[in-house]
């Protein structure tokens, strides 16, 4: 998704069972990070997007809808 030129990105972010927290980017297969603040994790993911586009050099064509639970 663009907006004033840039692109848009939505980001999973969980916690681990150690306490870091991962991010991951739906639209960009294997573009994931992790810290130990919720700070740190945006600065790094934003990195991260960066350089799987410059990798990808391509636009997606996917749009993140949502996450949903379900029980098994």
Do not use: W
Request: hydrophobic share 40%; glycine share 6%.
């Amino acid at each position: 998704m663009r907006k004033n030129g840039k692109q848009e990105f939505s980001v999973v972010v969980e916690r681990d069972a150690e306490g870091y927290y991962v991010a991951s980017v739906p639209a960009l297969p294997g573009c994931h990070t992790q810290a130990r603040s919720l700070d740190k994790l945006m600065v790094r993911i934003r990195e991260a997007i960066e350089l799987c586009l410059e990798v990808e050099q391509a636009s997606t064509t996917t749009e993140f809808i949502g996450v949903q639970r379900v029980a098994v």
